[in-house]
């Protein structure tokens, strides 16, 4: 079955280390999203990827880092300069021209700085 | 600065009650409005609107768009306990790359 796949699905984190959360999709998508939740906040976006080996900064880029080395791919670091990383993280995709059924959403990973 | 503001954030009634979820927007580019639904993880689509007017149901949920006023609602007939979770807002925007974005979602709890 097609998907997003998002691991690991809890993570703990000490402060001041860095920490890679994993984001794989077999759609075909060519977009793909990370998106931070907290509480009464809704989702706000991080970083965003069109097209392979291209990315954009989204709303909450600062502390984090992503690389878009192949189109199933979408992995997101959260750095030891962001400084309040215990959140919830969604990745999603999507087909870059079909907007027409939103996105496809992962399961998430919460972080926990311990 | 694109905006999507939901009401109320939380929300708690007894099941078989009917609830009206709001969400306005402020946004550059729109293209689409879609109402998702998280119970606990991923959230789910539940619709999508583009056009006024233009109501759009599945079994006891519905919602219409008003774009001139630049709102839309969520309606849940008849709840159910199995409705509860937190409903979120999102507006598709078309601004060089495509992109959600979210409202702050409202939490919806459906007492026995």
């Known amino acids: 079955d097609g998907g997003i796949t998002q691991s690991p699905k809890y993570l703990f984190r000490k402060e001041g280390q860095n920490v890679t959360l994993s984001c794989e999709q077999n759609l075909n998508h060519d977009a793909m999203y990370w998106y931070r939740q907290d509480p009464g906040q809704g989702l706000r976006l991080i970083y965003y990827s069109q097209i392979v080996n291209d990315f954009q900064k989204g709303d909450i880029a600062e502390g984090y880092s992503v690389s878009r080395e192949k189109k199933e791919s979408f992995p997101l670091t959260v750095t030891s300069a962001q400084k309040n990383p215990t959140a919830f993280y969604l990745c999603?995709?999507?087909?870059?021209?079909?907007?027409?059924?939103?996105?496809?959403f992962g399961s998430g990973t919460r972080l926990t700085v311990v | 600065e694109d905006k999507v503001v939901q009401s109320p954030l939380s929300l708690v009634v007894h099941e078989g009650d009917t609830v009206t979820l709001n969400c306005s927007y402020e946004?550059?580019?729109?293209?689409?409005l879609l109402w998702y639904k998280q119970e606990k993880k991923a959230p789910t689509f539940l619709f999508m609107l583009?056009?006024?007017?233009i109501e759009k149901k599945s079994g006891r949920l519905s919602s219409i768009l008003d774009k001139k006023e630049l709102f839309s609602i969520l309606n849940i007939t008849a709840t159910q306990t199995g409705d509860s979770a937190v409903y979120l807002c999102?507006?598709?925007?078309?601004?060089?790359?495509?992109?959600?974005?979210f409202g702050q979602g409202t939490r919806l709890t459906i007492n026995p």
């Open positions: 583009t056009s006024s007017g």
């Open positions: 999102a507006v598709f925007i078309i601004q060089g790359a495509q992109k959600l974005v």
């Open positions: 946004v550059t580019n729109f293209r689409s």
């Open positions: 999603a995709s999507s087909m870059d021209l079909d907007y027409n059924y939103g996105y496809t």
